[in-house]
């Protein structure tokens, strides 16, 4: 079985061409970026609201010449649409905080569901967002009880959603929620 990291980039990856565009929802320190900054994507957008991950995403891209590929916004996830017009074959996002830097500073459950939602109507049919769920923290608790509540009320002819998650490991390990666009959705819910 796949480990949960491997596994939401094996999801992403099945549906990324030459012609998609693609978004970094929580650039942290680069390395979903970087990931599809290397897939046959046209072009990849990452966003994240500390310029300590901007600056590393940014870093990570140049030493690995791909900054041409992407564009690196410091901003919220929920404000992708000022930045991005097309419409998008795949987002990711990996929920809690900066690696190594102030953990009070982390996702919340409102704006990611907001972006979320933002980013359905922006999806392409066969289309993938996958989320890693990192709640081992206070805030992350509150966050994951939200997705979870919110996400399984979703229509399944317009999207399915899967959970990825292996129920015998200890200390809240991360999961995926992964949700993939079956067919355009008429009206906002």
Same mark, same amino acid.
């Given at each position: 079985?796949?480990k949960v /990291? *491997? ?12 012609n #998609?565009i %693609?978004?970094? !929802?929580?650039?942290g +320190? =680069? +390395?979903?970026? /970087?990931?599809?900054?290397?897939? #046959?994507a ?8 500390q310029n300590q *991950?901007?600056t590393?995403? @940014?870093?990570l891209l140049?030493?690995?010449?791909l ?6 916004? /410091?901003? #919220? ?5 000022? &930045? ?7 987002? %990711?996002f +990996?929920?809690g &905080?900066?690696? @190594? !830097? ?21 999806l @392409?049919?066969? =289309?993938?967002?996958? $989320? %890693?769920? &990192?709640? =081992?923290h206070?805030n992350?608790k509150?966050?994951?009880? *939200?997705?979870l509540k919110?996400? #399984?009320q979703?229509?399944?002819k317009?999207i399915?959603v899967l959970? &990825?998650?292996?129920?015998?490991q ?5 999961f995926i929620i !992964?949700?993939?666009?079956r067919?355009? $959705?008429?009206?906002?819910?």
């Open positions: 079985m796949d /990291l *491997a596994f939401s980039k094996k999801l992403l990856k099945e549906v990324i061409d030459k #998609s %693609v978004v970094d !929802a929580t650039a +320190n =680069g +390395n979903d970026t /970087l990931f599809l900054a290397k897939t #046959s046209k072009k990849v957008f990452a966003f994240d609201v *991950a901007t590393n995403t @940014n870093d140049e030493k690995n010449n900054a041409d590929k992407c564009e690196v916004i /410091l901003d #919220s996830h929920e404000n992708f649409d000022k &930045y991005i017009e097309e419409n998008i074959q795949a987002v %990711v +990996n929920l &905080y900066l690696p @190594n !830097a102030d953990h009070t500073i982390t996702t919340q459950a409102e704006t990611t569901l907001n972006a979320i939602k933002k980013f359905i109507t922006k @392409n049919i066969g =289309g993938r967002i996958v $989320i %890693v769920v &990192y709640w =081992g206070e992350g509150v966050e994951k009880d *939200a997705l919110e996400l #399984s979703l229509d399944q317009e399915e959970v &990825y998650q292996f129920i015998n200890k200390n809240n390990a991360p !992964a949700l993939e666009k067919k355009d $959705i008429l009206c906002e819910k």
